[in-house]
């Protein structure tokens, strides 16, 4: 896989990480960003480089958009062009609770975060693949991952839901947008995963999944996306390009 290089935001734990792993084990050069620099963010680089592969750090906040440039120059410094971005980087919000009780403060962190951030990175990268016009046989792709909140209600967390249908969006968009350019726009779609994010309510999940509030019988894993991740990456379902792919064990199924 020479020459295929990714920037994978908020990889230094849970999905962003596992997809880091995957992408390495097939070759990628990595590019991992984090907010900021930490011994967490350190060690994930140390377990890269101990797969023979090339990576660095891109640490910033894919929320402030005057950092994106920085972002992008530091990856490309360490691992040169970019065939691939993942727009992982994602919160959940403040609070569970009533959704007459959200406040501005979490659902504007959410949009920030989930929304914004992923939105303006992937208008930032776009510009530089597009004048970066790619002369080899590499997949270029663009790699959102939502959440099966896109569609599915949560009202304990409506904000959440409400960002993650809107990064939905953003991978069809730029999907239209790239089709031309020769650059996929793919979208995963996490049901219950088992990472950091989800250790508060992860005993009260898995009694739910034994109750069969899922077809597969367990909490996913963050290598159950990032096999997909890889899948995409490498433009093994290029004629996907702007489809959400559902990786929820069955969760959002329709069921009588």
Same mark, same amino acid.
């Given at each position: 896989?020479?020459? %295929?290089?990714?920037?994978?935001?908020?990889?230094?734990?849970?999905?962003?990480?596992?997809?880091? +792993?995957?992408?390495? /084990?097939?070759?990628?050069?990595?590019?991992?960003?984090?907010?900021?620099?930490?011994?967490?963010?350190?060690?994930?680089?140390?377990?890269?480089?101990?797969? !023979?592969?090339?990576?660095?750090?891109?640490?910033?906040?894919?929320?402030?958009?005057?950092?994106?440039? /920085?972002?992008?120059?530091?990856?490309?410094?360490?691992?040169?062009?970019?065939?691939?971005?993942?727009?992982?980087?994602?919160?959940?919000? $403040?609070?569970?609770?009533?959704?007459?009780?959200?406040?501005?403060?979490?659902?504007?962190? *959410? &949009?920030?975060?989930?929304?914004?951030?992923?939105?303006?990175?992937?208008?930032?990268?776009?510009?530089?693949?597009?004048? &970066?016009?790619?002369?080899?046989?590499?997949?270029?792709? @663009?790699?959102?991952?939502?959440? *099966?909140?896109?569609?599915?209600?949560?009202?304990?967390?409506?904000? %959440?839901?409400?960002?993650?249908?809107?990064?939905?969006? @953003?991978?069809? +968009?730029? /999907?239209?947008?790239? !089709?031309?350019?020769?650059?996929?726009? %793919?979208?995963?779609?996490?049901?219950?995963?088992?990472?950091?994010?989800?250790?508060?309510?992860?005993?009260? %999940?898995?009694?739910? @999944?034994?109750?069969?509030?899922? @077809?597969?019988?367990?909490?996913?894993?963050?290598?159950?996306? /990032?096999?997909?991740?890889?899948? $995409?990456?490498?433009?093994?379902?290029?004629? *996907?390009?702007?489809?959400? $792919?559902?990786?929820?064990?069955?969760?959002?199924?329709?069921?009588?």
């Amino acid at each position: 896989m020479t020459g %295929y290089a990714a920037l994978i935001t908020g990889s230094s734990r849970g999905i962003g990480k596992g997809v880091a +792993l995957a992408l390495a /084990a097939h070759g990628f050069a990595i590019a991992a960003n984090e907010l900021a620099p930490s011994r967490e963010l350190d060690g994930v680089i140390d377990e890269l480089k101990a797969m !023979g592969v090339v990576a660095t750090s891109a640490v910033g906040d894919v929320s402030d958009l005057s950092q994106h440039q /920085a972002i992008l120059d530091a990856a490309e410094r360490g691992v040169g062009p970019l065939s691939t971005l993942v727009n992982n980087a994602g919160v959940s919000v $403040l609070q569970r609770g009533d959704l007459l009780d959200v406040s501005p403060e979490s659902y504007d962190r *959410c &949009q920030q975060i989930n929304t914004r951030g992923a939105f303006f990175l992937t208008q930032a990268w776009a510009k530089r693949a597009i004048s &970066q016009a790619s002369t080899t046989a590499r997949h270029r792709s @663009i790699i959102t991952i939502s959440s *099966c909140n896109a569609e599915a209600v949560s009202v304990a967390r409506g904000e %959440y839901c409400i960002s993650k249908a809107a990064a939905s969006m @953003i991978a069809k +968009l730029f /999907a239209v947008r790239l !089709g031309g350019d020769g650059i996929g726009s %793919y979208e995963i779609r996490p049901g219950l995963i088992e990472t950091p994010m989800t250790a508060v309510v992860k005993e009260t %999940y898995e009694d739910r @999944i034994r109750a069969g509030l899922t @077809i597969v019988q367990r909490m996913g894993q963050p290598s159950d996306i /990032a096999s997909i991740a890889v899948a $995409l990456a490498t433009g093994q379902l290029a004629f *996907c390009t702007g489809q959400a $792919l559902n990786a929820d064990g069955g969760l959002t199924i329709p069921r009588f």
